[in-house]
């Protein structure tokens, strides 16, 4: 454990940095995995809930890349993933 006054400061801030940011990934995961379903459910019986949870999705990745909370390069990567699904069902 550090003595230092700074260095015990900067643990209390990076650990509440780190609670945040895996908040938000924890939630970019799960708003992913229900577009995904939505996107195969949709599929089948052309439910008008996939368009939604896909936009909810790619508004929460750009969001949490835009604050620094993911790299920009794979909310565009996980974005791009998320599309090629929706476009290959709905073809």
């Given at each position: 454990?550090?003595?230092?006054?700074?260095?015990?400061?900067?643990?209390?801030?990076?650990?509440?940095?780190?609670?945040?940011?895996?908040?938000?990934?924890s939630?970019?995961?799960?708003?992913?995995?229900?577009?995904?379903?939505?996107?195969?459910?949709?599929?089948?019986?052309?439910?008008?809930?996939?368009?939604?949870?896909v936009r909810?999705?790619?508004?929460?990745?750009?969001?949490?890349?835009?604050?620094?909370?993911?790299?920009?390069?794979?909310?565009?990567?996980?974005?791009?993933?998320?599309?090629?699904?929706?476009?290959?069902?709905?073809?």
């Open positions: 454990m550090a003595n230092i006054k700074s260095q015990i400061k900067r643990n209390r801030s990076n650990e509440r940095r780190r609670q945040r940011n895996q908040a938000v990934r939630e970019l995961k799960t708003r992913i995995k229900s577009a995904a379903r939505a996107i195969e459910d949709g599929s089948e019986d052309g439910s008008e809930d996939a368009p939604e949870a909810a999705a790619q508004k929460r990745l750009g969001k949490a890349a835009s604050k620094g909370r993911i790299h920009k390069n794979q909310a565009a990567r996980r974005t791009s993933r998320l599309m090629k699904k929706a476009v290959a069902t709905a073809e």
